[in-house]
């Protein structure tokens, strides 16, 4: 089993940042890769990012060259670094891990960009 917990969110500013943050438990986390989806109101959940075990991130289109994806697996934690946000950014972030036969997410953390 894995357990997954999101923390960071909060209201920002267009242009600010925020470092999200998942912290897992379990030895699933550690040696999988960890996603980052959102969910924004009335908008189905699209992947942001995905790191690899060893650290390999790679971010969809819509965030590349604004968000950046990293991993403390001595912490079982992984960070997801937004910068430049916009309002459409809003949304509630989750992290999943993904095995061959099971999906694990957190509770979701809300981030709003908001002037």
């Known amino acids: 089993q894995v357990q997954l917990v999101e923390s960071g969110g909060g209201l920002v500013q267009p242009g600010g940042s925020l470092r999200l943050s998942c912290a897992g438990s379990?030895?699933?986390?550690?040696?999988?890769?960890v996603s980052w989806y959102r969910q924004a109101p009335g908008k189905e959940r699209a992947l942001v990012a995905t790191?690899?075990?060893?650290?390999?991130?790679s971010v969809e289109d819509f965030v590349r060259g604004r968000f950046t994806s990293s991993r403390d697996d001595g912490k079982n934690t992984v960070y997801l670094q937004m910068n430049s946000l916009k309002p459409e950014d809003t949304a509630v972030y989750y992290c999943n891990v993904a095995t061959s036969d099971k999906q694990f997410w957190g509770q979701g953390t809300q981030v709003t960009v908001s002037s």
């Open positions: 379990g030895s699933i986390f550690s040696s999988n890769s």
């Open positions: 790191i690899a075990v060893g650290g390999a991130a």
